[in-house]
């Protein structure tokens, strides 16, 4: 797949925006705080419905207006070609269209465009606390499988439910036998969606995990070895089957009810969920070099791409923001090597451009970005 067209209405620092991309590398030059993140922020928002640097969707309309858009126009080569337009405002929740055709709810946009985003943040998913990991996992494996995506919005709503219900309950502001039948209720709806997330998130990070071990055999030229495990907060097998594991958490619900109606809150379930990054052997959250840390995060974000690949079965989009100069010259080499053989449609911003070599420059298209301002400066063989 690839973005043929990318309009911006009072979005972030642009006024607007009417840009026709390539169909291969992307590479947008320009000082800091130009615009050059916020073109692929605003490609990976129409990609999850999600911003990875906003805490508030109303952050995103440019300042002084009240409403911003995003447009995205995508040639697929499994479906039909497509548009995905979505809208933010300082008022109001946002909005999305797909083909034209309003959306009741986001999780319908999701998944019709498949992007991976490399950025400077991607570092908490080694270092960070389990929700970062919890939330990469979400937006990678809900690209490929709208049924996640519907899992996940029902569990997000059973679970606040279910805590708010815990809480009143340890504050005696509901009748404790009342009380304990509405939380078997809102249990059986956690237990029930919370198992197809649980054995998607197995499935996903067991094949995640092989992909990512052979991509950093290569980085670290045969040195290290990296192995990802998924670690669910209740234990399941191996193999288990989505009905094997309602019954497991089942079973955990029932031995920790009286903890949760002494907490208040919901102690286990996906929501506690998290994924372990062991280098040879070592725990690279704890123990690893900064340097390390990269190495895992781009091994990672390699093989995200790749199993993405594998599942929709089209390169999905590469987004690169201002990641090169965080990389050794080995590691930098191997991700030129992909973006020149991966078949993806990639946009890499960068404040100057003598690292890449001559001949993915020669292909590439160039675009300059100054003050919300985007300008072609070369356009590649693509």
Not at 87 to 109: D, I, P
Not at 145 to 174: C, M, P, T, W
Request: proline fraction near 2%.
């Amino acid at each position: 797949m690839h973005v043929s067209r990318l309009q911006l209405s009072l979005f972030r620092n642009y006024r607007s925006l009417d840009l026709v991309p390539g169909e291969g590398l992307n590479i947008l030059v320009g000082d800091n705080a130009q615009g050059k993140s916020n073109v692929l922020e605003a490609l990976y928002l129409s990609a999850t419905t999600r911003s990875t640097r906003a805490a508030k969707d109303s952050e995103l309309v440019r300042f002084g207006g009240t409403v911003g858009s995003v447009a995205v126009e995508i040639s697929r080569l499994k479906n039909i070609d497509t548009r995905v337009e979505m809208f933010f405002s300082t008022l109001e929740k946002k909005q999305a269209k797909v083909g034209g055709v309003r959306q009741s709810r986001m999780t319908e946009v999701i998944g019709q465009i498949n992007a991976v985003l490399f950025d400077y943040g991607d570092l908490e998913v080694v270092r960070g606390e389990p929700s970062v990991r919890r939330r990469f996992l979400d937006f990678a494996i809900a690209q490929s499988d709208s049924r996640y995506a519907h899992s996940l919005g029902a569990f997000k709503k059973a679970l606040a439910q279910r805590n708010s219900l815990l809480k009143a309950i340890r504050e005696n502001r509901v009748d404790f036998v009342v009380g304990r039948d509405t939380l078997s209720a809102w249990t059986e709806q956690l237990v029930n969606h919370g198992a197809s997330l649980t054995v998607k998130r197995r499935d996903f990070v067991r094949r995640l995990a092989q992909l990512s071990a052979d991509v950093h055999h290569e980085l670290s030229q045969g040195v290290d070895k990296l192995d990802v495990t998924y670690q669910p907060s209740v234990a399941i097998g191996a193999d288990s089957d989505v009905q094997s594991v309602k019954c497991l958490l089942l079973a955990a619900f029932v031995r920790v009810e009286r903890e949760e109606m002494a907490r208040g809150s919901t102690v286990i379930g996906p929501q506690r969920d998290d994924v372990r990054f062991m280098v040879n052997d070592a725990e690279s959250r704890l123990y690893g070099s900064q340097g390390q840390q990269r190495s895992v995060v781009l091994s990672l974000k390699l093989a995200e791409r790749k199993l993405l690949e594998e599942l929709v079965e089209e390169p999905p989009l590469l987004l690169l923001d201002d990641v090169l100069s965080d990389l050794d010259d080995h590691r930098r080499q191997h991700l030129f090597d992909l973006v020149s053989h991966s078949g993806s449609q990639t946009f890499v911003t960068c404040t100057e451009v003598r690292s890449f070599p001559p001949d993915l420059l020669a292909s590439a298209t160039l675009w300059n970005v100054a003050d919300g301002v985007v300008t072609r400066i070369s356009e590649g063989a693509a």
